[in-house]
């Protein structure tokens, strides 16, 4: 079997295959395949085709298939328009599964928090008519987390053509779905049309020239965006240059234009933030925040999120989630679900990864050596010499001393110590120790952010790394 990992998202859908996982094109050559579409009389144009014209022919575009995705009739369908919503997600995944269907033989789809049990089930209807043998769904959110850390909130950030998405992931002995939040009318199409208001203002302000006159130009404008935005990435401002009435105009565009323009987006994250922190923790907890890469290379929105009290900022790769659900698969489909589709809504994360085909295991978030156990806000060195655990430590300097009447502790309980490249437990209990919940019977290999428990309730230590100064 081979899998092909599908991240739904409409303002790209993408595809990945292969091990190690990578991009595969679907759409003209290109990685990602927006949700357009432009109904003509004998078939529908989907995708970048559709995109290139939306502003051309902007009555006859549409452009809410995902986010409403649903069978009921359209309100004013045109003459060619299909009948719903759902006809046109079909023509959209046929589109897209010709170009991949090639590159594997079953699908894993990843889908965003906001899709109902009823969407999900016209999609999984849908690519059953196209033969699209999907074997399981799972929120984006949950496959592309690339780390873990207990002691800070987890946040998903993603953003969609009509609205934005926080997902809180809960890091518990899986890492699951706790909550989320999506705010409609402040997805990207919003946002571009601020930023093509603000050219179309500069020219028109500094050279008469108004790209909105003419539709060519207007689509030229949107088509140009990512090169823009590219480019405000990596400079404060730039000459934006455009070809009209046979002639030339530039202006200069600033990346403070389309932050300010950015910001009442921006804001609403902040917040949807604000208001899982005090939900589901306190106001001012830590939080880590993973960011999409459709949200991170937008102007600004790095920089506005990095204002909340003690944020943690994780970029994710383009296609996160497509990637990210083909190198956890082996371990969600450890039972198979063998009559139907499964929806996971929670993954496995505190486990020792099998080996690829390649004999390395696959990569989650930080791989950095443990250097120090903290028990009760002290950090303890871990050196080639044993570091023991446990209620009775008399060697000074050489242990981590259990405070407090805990039933279960032996007087050296366990020891950790470092073996060439790698960090060693060895248990030497009659109660047993616990990492991630798991009871250790035989020396293991210790990661960065795993939790030690000795003894009933139990006391809890956690694997850091000290950081040079240079790497802070």
Not at 17 to 32: R, T
Not at 270 to 286: E, G, V
Request: net charge negative.
């Amino acid at each position: 079997m081979s899998l092909i990992g599908f991240e739904i998202n409409d303002s790209g859908i993408l595809a990945a295959a292969g091990n190690p996982p990578e991009l595969i094109e679907l759409d003209d050559q290109a990685f990602e395949s927006p949700g357009f579409a432009l109904p003509q009389k004998d078939r529908i144009l989907v995708g970048k085709s559709a995109e290139r014209r939306a502003h051309l022919l902007p009555r006859q575009i549409i452009n809410h298939f995902w986010d409403q995705l649903n069978a009921e009739p359209l309100l004013h369908p045109g003459p060619h328009t299909p009948r719903n919503h759902a006809e046109i997600v079909y023509s959209h995944l046929a589109r897209i599964w010709e170009q991949i269907q090639k590159h594997g033989n079953q699908v894993v789809m990843t889908v965003p928090s906001f899709f109902d049990r009823e969407q999900l089930g016209l999609i999984l209807g849908i690519t059953r008519e196209l033969s699209m043998p999907v074997r399981a769904f799972i929120p984006s959110a949950l496959a592309s987390a690339p780390s873990v850390n207990p002691d800070r909130m987890l946040l998903h950030l993603d953003i969609h053509l009509h609205r934005i998405e926080v997902v809180y992931l809960e890091q518990d002995e899986y890492l699951s779905v706790k909550d989320s939040g999506a705010i409609s009318e402040s997805g990207l199409i919003h946002l571009h049309k601020e930023w093509v208001d603000t050219i179309a203002q500069e020219f028109v302000r500094k050279t008469r020239f108004d790209p909105y006159h003419q539709a060519s130009s207007e689509q030229d404008l949107y088509d140009r965006l990512p090169e823009i935005l590219h480019d405000l990435t990596h400079n404060a401002s730039f000459v934006f240059e455009i070809t009209g009435s046979n002639r030339s105009y530039n202006v200069t565009l600033t990346r403070s234009q389309f932050v300010q323009k950015s910001e009442a987006v921006y804001g609403k994250f902040l917040q949807t933030i604000k208001n899982m922190r005090r939900k589901h923790r306190s106001d001012h907890c830590a939080v880590t925040l993973q960011l999409t890469q459709r949200l991170s290379r937008l102007p600004g929105c790095k920089e506005f999120l990095a204002s909340i009290d003690d944020v943690q900022i994780i970029e994710l790769d383009q296609g996160a989630a497509a990637q990210g659900i083909l190198q956890i698969w082996n371990d969600l489909s450890e039972k198979p679900n063998t009559e139907g589709i499964s929806f996971f809504t929670r993954r496995p994360w505190q486990r020792d990864y099998q080996s690829n085909t390649h004999g390395e295991p696959p990569v989650f978030g930080d791989t950095r050596r443990p250097t120090h156990v903290l028990y009760r806000s002290i950090a303890y060195p871990i050196s080639e010499e044993p570091l023991y655990i446990g209620r009775e430590i008399t060697s000074a300097g050489t242990g981590v001393h259990i405070q407090g009447k805990i039933a279960g502790v032996s007087r050296k309980h366990c020891s950790i110590q470092r073996q060439g490249a790698e960090v060693i437990l060895e248990d030497h209990s009659s109660y047993g120790t616990f990492v991630d919940d798991h009871r250790v019977s035989e020396p293991i290999i210790l990661k960065l952010g795993q939790i030690i428990r000795v003894g009933t309730p139990g006391e809890e230590l956690q694997l850091i790394v000290s950081l040079d100064h240079d790497e802070a």
